[in-house]
């Protein structure tokens, strides 16, 4: 999507990806990474979600990314921490004790830059992006991460009947972007309560490793 779709999102205050509690799914299968604390978790357009909240508690280091700085300065508010800014090639940084939040475009984000990560977690990057730029974005996420072990979250709807984002990923999709790269396992495929806008929709969690 846009620069501009997301700056009005978040002016506009119209964040319904935003989640008021800890994603239920981290909270169940987060432990199928078998991390040991003190692990460093990449969240791509990690937002201010509070699963950051969760596992900085849990005692695991954070690093994102994120294209609206006014998600990440929300953040760091809603966290009750002053973190330092800094500038980092085409970045910037936010970060503090534990955790390390790059703003700007995630295609700007080099391994170098981002650092050693012991696992990602995915859940609201693969299905914010348009087809064509999920293909770009999962190679990236490869090779910035040094191909960690992946937390992903995906949903399956008719998307003729609604437009992303999120965006339906089927698990043919999902294999396409990662089989070359990764074993994976499909931990969960479910029919989600309520459907997601109104329409009947799956939600999956995959174990990429």
């Known amino acids: 999507m846009e620069k501009d779709f997301w700056l009005s999102r978040w002016k506009e205050n119209n964040i319904p990806?935003?989640?008021?509690?800890?994603?239920?799914?981290?909270?169940?299968?987060?432990?199928e990474l078998s991390l040991a604390k003190d692990s460093r978790i990449f969240?791509?357009?990690c937002g201010k979600t509070l699963d950051i909240t969760w596992l900085l508690s849990n005692g695991y280091r954070i690093a994102g990314?994120?294209?609206?700085?006014m998600a990440v300065q929300q953040l760091?508010?809603?966290?009750?921490?002053e973190p330092e800014i800094s500038?980092?090639?085409?970045?910037?940084?936010?970060?503090?004790?534990?955790?390390?939040i790059f703003v700007g475009d995630i295609f700007d984000l080099s391994k170098e830059t981002l650092g050693p990560v012991d696992a990602v977690y995915d859940r609201a990057a693969l299905v914010a992006l348009p087809r064509e730029t999920r293909v770009r974005y999962s190679a990236h996420l490869a090779k910035i991460t040094n191909q960690a072990p992946q937390l992903l979250i995906t949903f399956e709807y008719d998307q003729s009947?609604?437009?992303g984002p999120p965006f339906s990923i089927s698990a043919e999709e999902v294999s396409q972007h990662y089989k070359d790269t990764f074993n994976l396992v499909n931990l969960l495929s479910r029919e989600m309560a309520g459907g997601l806008k109104g329409q009947a929709a799956k939600e999956n969690v995959w174990k990429l490793y």
């Open 17 to 31: 990806f935003h989640e008021a509690e800890t994603n239920p799914l981290l909270l169940k299968y987060f432990k």
């Open 43 to 45: 969240i791509p357009l």
């Open 65 to 69: 990314a994120e294209l609206v700085e």
């Open 76 to 81: 760091f508010q809603e966290l009750g921490v």
């Open 87 to 100: 500038k980092v090639d085409k970045l910037t940084l936010y970060s503090a004790k534990g955790i390390d």
């Open 161 to 163: 009947k609604m437009a």
